[in-house]
């Protein structure tokens, strides 16, 4: 089959989860023979010199067409953060000149629901895979800009406040007149009906794909619940491949210390100073907590962790980590992992790297985190930006004797990328077959 996979940003430049899922893809459907081309943006800031310009290379061994284009000079920014024109036009190109047999949109953001539509006016069957929460969400993370989680499920007047609270001067007067600004948010009936446009425009646009793949329970009902068609959409966790896991690498080294892990981003939504005030809590225990990620992104974000962890030596900052190679030697030198984000994540990656190491997560009670983590099974729950409830976990793993063992015996099997191309395969040939079936109709084509 030829596979044309859109996803907003691709390597080497861009390396977030959504990037390595959409390389990961691609590869393993080249290595099984199909022909693959990724479509991409490099660029939404790119000089206002026309309104689109493209470059093709080839990453490591896959095809790829790298879009550019100044989102700030469209003629509707906002509208074009969901509706993109321009990449419409593009795939229309696109598509003559590949012809794909399968468009495969991974997340949406920057590539548009427009993708979509122009895949179905032109016949192409269309796979969606969900990995944040941007066809109900602006702001992809549900996260408003106070820094609190959105209650589900989100009313359109809840959004545009949370839109309009991304300038200092409406956040500023929802702290000191909260009940007077939600009136006031109430009245502005232009936000209100951007935000309905935008939300009516996704969701029917969601609605063409032929299947909508979510990798959690979780994503899959509030899209439902959201107004995506419940045949449409389908559970399908991602896996992750740790071929080169021995027996030797699933042990732990020996240590009188509970060794504490924080792997992934370095940003503030992640929660990582929930994690050292909870840790700082538990003075003078024989705990440590070693952070793994870059701290460049964000350096006032890493300054606060730092004055964080300034005067308490059992606290490290590592900085960056990449690949298998680096898991492997971080691993057998933890005994638990922790995740405190303060968003509702999807189905986060090091979570199931962490599973795959036999290594117990101790994470936050919101989203897909809390489908992953069995409270007392497999790892331990605690409750959202929480630093008490965070040291009362940490605090049992320390005091209970034989919890970490148990814990380790509930992690389940983490599947492989083979199983999830597998499964992924399948949903193209039925699509692609429902396609021919349509177009041998009387009439059809």
């Not at 896959?62 to 024109?85: H, K």
């Not at 730092?306 to 990449?322: E, F, H, M, T, V």
């Not at 790892?379 to 605090?395: H, K, N, T, Y």
Request: with cysteine; hydrophobic share 45%; proline share 7%.
């Amino acid at each position: 089959m030829r596979i044309l996979v859109a996803v907003h940003h691709f390597p080497p430049r861009y390396t977030g989860g959504a990037e390595w899922r959409a390389h990961r893809t691609a590869r393993a459907l080249l290595a099984r023979g199909h022909v693959v081309r990724v479509l991409c943006v490099e660029q939404i800031d790119a000089p206002p010199t026309s309104p689109l310009t493209w470059q093709d290379d080839t990453y490591d061994e896959v095809n790829v067409r790298r879009l550019s284009f100044n989102l700030a000079a469209a003629p509707d920014p906002f509208r074009w953060t969901y509706d993109n024109t321009w990449i419409g036009e593009h795939l229309r190109l696109l598509i003559a000149e590949f012809k794909p047999d399968v468009l495969h949109v991974i997340s949406g953001y920057l590539i548009s629901g427009r993708a979509l539509r122009v895949a179905a006016e032109l016949g192409i069957p269309s796979v969606v895979t969900l990995t944040d929460f941007w066809f109900l969400c602006p702001r992809l993370s549900l996260r408003r800009p106070d820094g609190s989680v959105s209650k589900l499920p989100v009313a359109t007047v809840e959004c545009a406040q949370c839109l309009g609270e991304e300038r200092r001067r409406y956040r500023w007067s929802a702290r000191v007149a909260p009940g007077f600004m939600r009136r006031y948010w109430a009245r502005q009936t232009g936000p209100i009906q951007r935000i309905e446009a935008r939300r009516a425009f996704l969701l029917d646009s969601l609605n063409l794909a032929g299947a909508v793949i979510s990798p959690s329970e979780f994503l899959r009902s509030i899209h439902i619940e959201a107004g995506v068609a419940p045949d449409r959409i389908r559970f399908s966790r991602q896996d992750r491949d740790f071929a080169d896991l021995t027996p030797e690498l699933l042990r732990k080294t020996p240590s009188g210390t509970l060794r504490l892990g924080y792997l992934g981003q370095i940003a503030e939504l992640k929660g990582v100073h929930v994690l050292l005030d909870a840790a700082r809590r538990l003075a003078g225990q024989k705990l440590s907590v070693t952070v793994y990620g870059d701290l460049a992104p964000f350096p006032k974000y890493a300054a606060l962790l730092k004055k964080l962890a300034a005067d308490d030596p059992r606290i490290r900052l590592a900085g960056a980590y990449r690949g298998h190679a680096a898991l492997a030697q971080i691993f057998p030198e933890l005994d638990a992992i922790v995740v405190p984000s303060l968003w509702y994540e999807n189905s986060p990656n090091t979570i199931l790297e962490a599973f795959a190491y036999k290594t117990p997560v101790i994470a936050t009670r919101l989203g897909g985190m809390a489908e992953l983590v069995r409270h007392g099974e497999n790892g331990l729950l605690f409750e959202s930006g929480d630093a008490d409830d965070l040291s009362r976990q940490i605090w049992r793993l320390l005091a209970e004797p034989g919890l970490l063992d148990r814990l380790r015996s509930g992690i389940p099997p983490v599947r492989t990328v083979a199983e999830e191309i597998d499964e992924l395969v399948a949903v193209y040939q039925a699509l692609t077959s429902d396609a021919a079936s349509e177009l041998a109709k009387p009439g059809g084509g």
